[in-house]
């Protein structure tokens, strides 16, 4: 069945004999505000009402972001526009929790790779070969990284699971942080390591400048320097934290393991 969150007629389809919806539909890659707003905030509570209207006891799995929890609540301007739509998407699927019967549980993906990945190692891969990857300060430790088949499990985990309400923040081991993993894969394929290690504050400025400008000239394009990459070089998550939300999952796969199960 094919179709789109804002398709109401398919999504009543859709969700008519589901045991559990896993909630994975989102738009990541570049877009408009207006755009991440269509898909990401509009047709999450489209997939909600469907399901609460024609198959109540179904059990949604609803997909988040590691960014949802990083988001600034006073420096709201370094927020990506993706990481601002899926907290608002976060927003309409728990005002339908507190106003409905919605049985519903969330996942909060961190760094997603693995061997079928187009975006995280492939992007990193070309940069690092052509020598355009600079260490910002933050990514020494604690990187919030995920391998697919982990991520996988942990959906499966929650989808045969009897209980609601939990939360789940998708991340493995954290043995190294981004700067480990970004040197790991330079080494894995032969690139040299880079050497430049930058404030966060002046990458992040830059790319405010370069973003709003691609904007005004209505360029359908990140620029190389992003809001998104410069928090992606940044990157950490406090192991506390997660150990509040995972009491009874853990990912297991190393990120010299998952690498190397990458490159293959």
Not at 59 to 72: D, E, F, G, N, T
Request: hydrophobic share 40%; proline share 5%; glycine share 6%.
């Amino acid at each position: 069945l094919c179709g789109d969150l804002n398709n109401t007629d398919v999504l009543n389809t859709f969700v008519h004999e589901l045991d559990v919806c896993i909630h994975l539909a989102a738009l990541v890659s570049y877009a408009s505000p207006k755009e991440y707003h269509a898909t990401n905030v509009l047709g999450t509570p489209n997939l909600c009402r469907a399901i609460i209207e024609n198959n109540p006891n179904c059990k949604l799995v609803h997909c988040s972001s590691i960014a949802v929890l990083r988001r600034s609540k006073v420096l709201k301007f370094l927020n990506s526009d993706y990481a601002n739509s899926k907290a608002q998407a976060d927003k309409c699927v728990e005002d339908c929790i507190s106003e409905t019967s919605l049985r519903c549980s969330f996942v909060y993906p961190g760094l997603i790779y693995g061997p079928e990945d187009t975006n995280l190692v492939p992007s990193l891969a070309k940069y690092l070969k052509a020598s355009r990857v600079v260490l910002l300060n933050g990514g020494e430790k604690d990187g919030p990284l995920i391998y697919i088949d982990d991520l996988c499990a942990l959906f499966i985990h929650e989808a045969f699971s009897q209980e609601t309400g939990r939360r789940y923040i998708g991340i493995g081991p954290q043995e190294v942080g981004v700067h480990g993993f970004i040197t790991h894969l330079a080494d894995l394929i032969g690139a040299g390591r880079p050497k430049i290690k930058l404030p966060k504050s002046l990458l992040m400025c830059i790319a405010i400048v370069l973003e709003l400008s691609y904007k005004l000239l209505n360029k359908r394009k990140f620029p190389f320097i992003s809001k998104r990459a410069a928090d992606l070089l940044s990157i950490n998550y406090c192991p506390k934290t997660k150990s509040q939300y995972n009491k009874d999952w853990e990912a297991t796969t190393t990120i010299e393991e998952g690498l190397s199960n990458s490159m293959q």
